[in-house]
């Protein structure tokens, strides 16, 4: 079975610096999806950033970029220039290539951005 | 751009009582899912669909029934509420077909309170 773990459960960053989260997950899949999605206090989930296993590239999205790290099992997400709006949660999430297509979430990580 | 809408957006309920989370969207997805995120922890699987007619339970089905009999629409039924069903409630839709894991899409949830 596959399981995500975020291991800080809340973080607290100033606005314009830059900051790193943590997910591990495990499998003995070979192909699959990595997810970071955000959850604002509205309660909405936004797709950040994904990462495909089979690339060796590390994806990024404006000012947000992973380290994938597929032998050692980690995905971090990093934030620069972090922005007040930056503030949520954010989740982790893990789906395979093929089977049922179901996520796998981690716990989430609390950011605070500081003014 | 409708997306995936959810509608209540807040419910109370009495112990025993039973009602539907409804559940649409409008952007031709074959996978639908239902999930609930307890307070401070991630999304839990309860159910998910793989097309119309076609559905499966997750992680946390039990107290939970589910039907798709469009691609559209997929409504989550509680029989009998419980306090332990207290929670806020996600429906997502993605495309998937082999080898194309699409990103799932939120609905903005359910926020039901069980008393």
């Known amino acids: 079975a596959q399981t995500v773990t975020q291991s800080q459960p809340e973080m607290s960053v100033q606005e314009a610096e830059t900051v790193t989260l943590s997910c591990t997950y495990d499998?003995?899949?070979?192909?699959?999806?990595l997810f970071w999605y955000k959850q604002p206090p509205s309660r909405q989930m936004i797709l950040v950033i994904r990462?495909?296993?089979?690339?060796?590239q590390n994806a990024t999205e404006n000012r947000f970029s992973v380290n994938f790290q597929k032998a050692a099992k980690s995905f971090s997400l990093k934030i620069s220039d972090s922005q007040l709006g930056d503030t949520a949660m954010y989740f982790c999430?893990?789906?395979?290539?093929?089977?049922?297509?179901?996520?796998?979430f981690g716990t989430g990580t609390r950011l605070k951005v500081l003014a | 751009n409708a997306g995936v809408t959810q509608t209540p957006k807040f419910r109370i309920l009495k112990i025993g009582q039973s009602m539907t989370l409804q559940c649409a969207q409008d952007?031709?997805?074959?996978?639908m899912y239902w999930y609930r995120q307890d307070p401070g922890m991630g999304l839990k699987l309860i159910y998910y669909?793989?097309?119309?007619?076609?559905?499966d339970k997750g992680e946390v089905p039990n107290g939970y029934n589910v039907s798709r009999s469009t691609t559209e629409d997929f409504p989550l039924r509680l029989e009998l509420a419980a306090p332990s069903q207290t929670s806020v409630y996600f429906c997502?839709?993605?495309?998937?077909?082999?080898?194309?894991?699409?990103?799932?899409?939120f609905g903005d949830g359910t926020r039901l309170s069980i008393l």
């Open positions: 997502a839709s993605s495309y998937t077909n082999k080898g194309l894991n699409q990103p799932q899409h």
């Open positions: 499998t003995s899949e070979n192909n699959y999806y």
């Open positions: 990462q495909e296993a089979y690339k060796q």
């Open positions: 999430a893990f789906t395979l290539f093929s089977g049922t297509y179901k996520y796998i």
């Open positions: 952007m031709n997805h074959n996978y």
């Open positions: 669909s793989v097309g119309a007619g076609i559905t």
